[in-house]
């Protein structure tokens, strides 16, 4: 399995990407980040954004992507900023038809780490370790890109039976609700129905044969 994480931004969008299956050793294929100028209008900032993603795309040809998903309840403006990279970075997923996840930052860092609390500096080196690398990627964006790649490959086994679960569930329901909808004595339109055999009280007179 070959992910693609973006951790979304305007000034600094992280991405890296992790090769590997649950339960064994993975492998870094590359880690950077996409930069924008500050000064430069919102709409040309996330057509360079697209372009960095779609480079990534094109170079690496990951399987699936995963993106931080946006959740904060402070600086509205930075959130808004955030939220809109992240929509580039599906976008060019979607295009190319590759599956799009999203994961939390403490559910990443819950992955990586085993804390929803743990912070840059040990994500990083958890992401150095996980990866057997030299030292942490600079900046911490292009680690929590590596740590949301590790996230989705590490928990895709788990997203997959999840999903099966469900698709059987709907598949249940759906049956039953059609059984429900079927008559249970159904028959060809205009076949008659059998007559019953007629019963009667009637006794045969005795001497009769």
């Known amino acids: 399995m070959k992910v693609l994480g973006v951790d979304p931004g305007l000034t600094r969008c992280g991405v890296g990407v992790v090769e590997g299956v649950a339960g064994r050793p993975l492998k870094m294929a590359g880690v950077g980040v996409v930069r924008t100028p500050a000064d430069a209008d919102i709409a040309h900032r996330l057509v360079l954004i697209e372009r960095g993603i779609d480079e990534w795309l094109d170079e690496h040809r990951p399987e699936y992507v995963a993106v931080e998903r946006v959740f904060s309840q ?4 930075t959130v808004m900023g955030t939220a809109q990279a992240s929509a580039v970075a599906m976008l060019c997923a979607a295009r190319r038809g590759l599956p799009v996840a999203l994961h ?10 085993g804390s929803g609390r743990a912070d ?10 996980l990866l057997r690398l030299d030292a942490p990627p600079k900046p911490a964006d292009a ?4 740590a949301l790649a590790i996230c ?17 569930n709907r598949l249940q329901q759906a049956q039953a ?7 249970s004595a159904a028959r060809p339109v205009g076949t008659p129905r059998t007559p019953a055999p007629v019963r009667t009280n009637q006794r045969t007179p005795k001497g009769t044969s």
Do not use: C, F, Y
């Open 74 to 77: 402070h600086n509205v403006r």
């Open 104 to 113: 939390t930052p403490s559910e990443v860092k819950a992955a990586v780490t």
């Open 120 to 129: 840059k500096a040990q994500v990083g080196a958890m992401v150095t370790r």
């Open 177 to 183: 609700a059609a059984a429900r909808r079927t008559p």
């Open 152 to 168: 989705h490959i590490w928990r895709a086994p788990a997203v997959n039976r999840l999903q099966q679960a469900h698709a059987a």
């Open 143 to 146: 680690a929590d890109a590596l």
